[in-house]
């Protein structure tokens, strides 16, 4: 069945430093790829998604780009903020429904 | 407009006990979804709704019963509490089949079985 795999937290940077939050995933046929940040005591939201091999995500500076040689959607990020401090979900649709990652968990310090 | 709605936002109950959460979303969206969320185990599905008047189970349904009572609506509940259903509850709406399509989350409800 459909899968996704994702790093493990928690992931503490200091501003500015460059991030990578790694996915990997595992389905049949062409599933869309998304990156979903939840912050303290709110819903997930969406940050990105990329429906077809190649196509790269992008929003408030993380990208993410659809790898299917790799079975890849890794999240990243030049330069984090203090703000974006939150927890990440790797996640990937097919036909039916969603299947999340467990989460990564960033810190970044001022 | 206000998205997706639940309530209640926190519910402590006892062992036993039974309650429904409830969920609506004013976007005018076919699909509707409940899932749970647990330390260490991102979010699971507990029942989704395609469109509605239709229902079905997820990934963890045991415990769980819905009601899709309108296209607005979409509720869940716990007949029996049981300790191992403390756990954040999301309910989240999509315009169609998840397929490509982005989720829409409401703000949560932390439940607590005791």
């Known amino acids: 069945g459909n899968s996704v795999t994702q790093m493990e937290g928690p992931v503490t940077l200091s501003e500015e430093a460059f991030l990578t939050i790694n996915c990997t995933y595992t389905a049949t046929g062409y599933p869309s790829l998304f990156w979903y940040v939840q912050y303290p005591g709110e819903g997930l939201q969406l940050l990105l998604k990329?429906?077809?091999?190649?196509d790269k995500g992008s929003n408030k500076g993380f990208e993410a780009t659809y790898r299917k040689e790799t079975t890849s959607f890794h999240l990243e990020k030049g330069s984090v903020q203090v703000s974006d401090s939150a927890v990440y979900f790797c996640a990937l649709s097919g036909t039916y429904k969603y299947i999340f990652g467990t989460g990564t968990r960033l810190k970044v310090l001022a | 407009n206000a998205g997706v709605t639940q309530t209640p936002k926190f519910q402590v109950l006892k062992t036993g006990q039974s309650m429904t959460l409830q969920c609506a979303q004013d976007m005018n969206h076919n699909s509707m979804y409940w899932y749970r969320q647990d330390p260490g185990m991102g979010l699971r599905l507990i029942y989704y709704s395609a469109s509605e008047g239709t229902t079905d189970k997820g990934e963890v349904p045991n415990g769980y019963n819905v009601s899709r009572l309108n296209k607005r609506e979409f509720s869940l509940r716990l007949e029996s509490a049981a300790p191992s259903q403390t756990s954040v509850y999301f309910c989240?709406?999509?315009?169609?089949?998840?397929?490509?399509?982005?989720?829409?989350f409401g703000s949560g409800t932390q439940l607590s079985v005791l």
């Open positions: 990329a429906t077809k091999a190649d």
């Open positions: 989240a709406s999509s315009v169609d089949r998840p397929q490509g399509e982005k989720l829409f």
